[in-house]
């Protein structure tokens, strides 16, 4: 669909979150529809998990987004999904590739929604894709369990906080769960979350640094749990860590549902983003350095600034590989 | 309502679909009331057909819409409705007329979505206007039969298509079905559908000739099938013609059930809709000719050609008539 | 949330109907949040008035608006929230007071949409609180059994009117209430129905000055009516009065329930929006006088007039409280 003003910032560049959204609604559809193939329980395919993936180049007003989807792997409850989005200037004709999702689906039962589906097996080409695939799924499994640990941290307003500290560009916004943001299951599309999710986390991004910024790279982001309609959800995002021309937000997700049910409020989901700050011209300018205060900002500090060696360490193999393949 | 950034496009001329969707809205709202007029069964009206219209002059960002609706004739099951579309500049208070559609509707009852509802009979001021309106009504009825008959074609994708070729523009775009997209029954809006549908139309054509388009005029729009809420529809549009100054896409509309139903996906909707291409000065453009390759594509040239003399032939008549009726 | 273009007139200013929205979305969460804190029957709370609220200074496109809310008062059926919206540009981190409002919330059970749960009392810091909070219950108590007997007046169309004159620029505009507009209830959100209101009444200003118009005040608003799922809603806006830089616009809401219900349409809301002109330095400007032609309208004038000159002498008044406390 063609890129509106609404879907972008001032500068004109497509938020990150619209283009999230896009890449889950994709997904959703066609694992659903494969999940429905053949003649078995109605189901609505959720979404459990999404890789880490790269903003490779900005889409702008005007410009079509070309969003293609492509099932990769299935193991017996869940579905691997492969999405890739183009950019296309119309005007022009110029192609970009803006980015390539890896997304995981759990089919839910329309009558029982806490029943997961069976997923007919899909056919491989080829053995060792299945083996890949296999192997991706039990990469991701290992870490949505990690993931459940580390839940517990809040984030607390700070008074009168210094410039380029964390409690000075830390953000939170409040939503509310509306029929319009919800599946035929009545639970949130995780497109909708991650779209709110990249609004706050530019919001912490551009009030440390005052310019005009891009999402560049979400990690990979586990929804545990469901959040249903009519809960007040919390996204809470807080700066974790600065590279020279890069910056790290956690964001958090809060659920509460306040009407009609006896839970207290519960955390949803958790993820990383990176963004970049750019000029005019579009180029990646130097972002000032984080200032960490007390222990558990250090500690973060750290574990980001870990985060970012590892993601350039394996771009590195990546480029090496392609380089040596090319030879 | 005044017409937001998001109703345009880039060069601020509110899309066609926009304002299509706002036309049927008032259809719906003006027929819904007539047939709950009456202590009967209460019902929601559904778009069947809309007649041919034209765009006569383009709306602007920050304009306001002047939408009215009056029932024109009624059958024992239809409703006819003229909905008038004015644009209104509020700081000049210019005005002028944008275009005048005809619809017609169906009421289905609110308890049995298959039931048609009888409508109740509207008085004439005179009985000419019952017999053009008796008329009116054969017609389309004829129109709607033949259409339903020509669904089959589908649209599949070209590699490295030549420029200006029907491969090289024809686009589709996707859409999930959601609770905002639907009426009290469960079933997507026609407003909505030919929103979308004007969505893809208007890619087929800034992909053909590259510069700032507008839709010109839609040809009558039968919607044989409903589209429940939950489905994916594929609309879909590729260039059946040009002339000098105007093109031709035909557009359809695909409903895909594929959750809790086991049908098949179905042809729901398909229509011509025509462009011109505009310079800054709002003046109408030439067109790059498109280039026909198969069989298939010569015959369909042709056959727009055919519709496009007709219309004009239509149009010279009409004036000739006014002209005669002003002397 | 960031403020986006389609929140904004064409000069960048947001609409004072987007700032009511979000107000009355987390006075309502807020509310509703508190009424199921005790183990009770679960509700929801409905907005049933706001109180006389300023627009300090105008919000503009990407700024972030901070909604902050809290609970006042409670009554045994109803809650007082106190929101304040402060506007922040992100990039030079200027934050300003947008406005402030009282809301009041009534409690409706889940089950039966009828029936008015009770409040959980909060608790004071002073007693005085508790005693301020009270008076100020009595009061908009009082203020809406009046309110509910004016509600008798139409708004009909002028054929050729004059510039200047009421008819010239009254306007209206009608909206089929959709899923997304409604709460768990299925009733239309106050806040929707508030941004529908200045929508028109912004209208109607810049009919009236044909200058760039921004939203200075509203009157308080008292929700006598909810309005159901399925309604068509009639918003219809006159000028009433004018000052030297103002201009006073009453704006009803009828509901029209013409489905599956055996009511007749009604006044579900009425209120009074203070409109200013502003030039491109976002300086006030001069506004023309409202000619005013019939009894009526001289009268609504002059009862406009009393309006202004009271608010404007309690204004007076609380300026020199003030001064007087700074002293």
């Known amino acids: 669909r063609i890129m509106r003003p609404d879907d972008a910032n001032i500068a004109g560049n497509v938020h990150g979150g619209t283009i999230l959204k896009m890449i889950e609604e994709a997904g959703a559809i066609i694992s659903t529809r494969h999940c429905n193939s053949q003649a078995g329980e109605p189901c609505v395919a959720a979404l459990a998990r999404v890789e880490r993936t790269d903003f490779l180049s ?3 007003i005007g410009e079509v987004a070309n969003v293609s989807a492509e099932i990769t792997y299935t193991s017996r409850h869940s579905v691997e999904v ?21 997304l995981w689906y759990v089919p839910l039962s329309l009558k029982n929604v806490n029943k997961v589906v069976e997923v007919p097996p899909i056919q491989y080409a080829r053995k060792e894709q299945e083996d890949e695939g296999k192997k991706r799924y039990e990469e991701q499994k290992l870490d949505r369990l990690e993931t459940k640990q580390r839940n517990g941290d809040v984030i607390l307003p700070v008074i009168n906080p210094e410039p380029h500290t964390v409690g000075y560009s830390q ?39 005052k310019t005009n910024i891009v999402t560049a790279s979400v990690d990979a982001i586990n929804f545990h749990e469901k959040i249903k309609k009519g809960c007040v959800i919390t996204v809470s995002g807080r700066m974790t860590f600065t590279s020279n021309k890069s910056m790290e937000i956690e ?9 009609d049910e006896p839970r207290e409020r519960y955390r949803a989901v ?5 963004y970049v700050s750019l000029s005019k011209e579009g180029k990646p300018l130097p972002v000032p350095q984080l ?11 750290e574990e980001g600034k870990g985060r970012y060696l590892q993601t350039k360490a394996k771009r590195q193999a990546q480029m090496q590989q392609q380089q040596a393949a090319q030879q």
Chains 1, 2, 3 share one sequence.
């Open 58 to 60: 900005p889409m702008c």
């Open 171 to 209: 953000s939170s916004l409040i939503h509310l769960v509306g029929p319009s943001d919800c599946t035929l299951l009545g639970f949130v599309h995780g497109g909708v979350t991650m779209k709110l999710m990249d609004e706050v986390a530019g919001i912490v991004a551009a009030r440390h640094c």
């Open 270 to 274: 958790s993820a990383f983003f990176t």
């Open 251 to 259: 964001v958090f997700v809060d659920a509460d549902p306040f009407v």
């Open 82 to 102: 492969q999405v890739n989005v183009m950019s296309e200037n119309i005007l022009t004709g110029a192609k970009k590739v803006t980015n390539k999702a890896t």
């Open 291 to 301: 200032l960490t205060e007390t222990e558990d900002e250090k500690r973060r500090f």
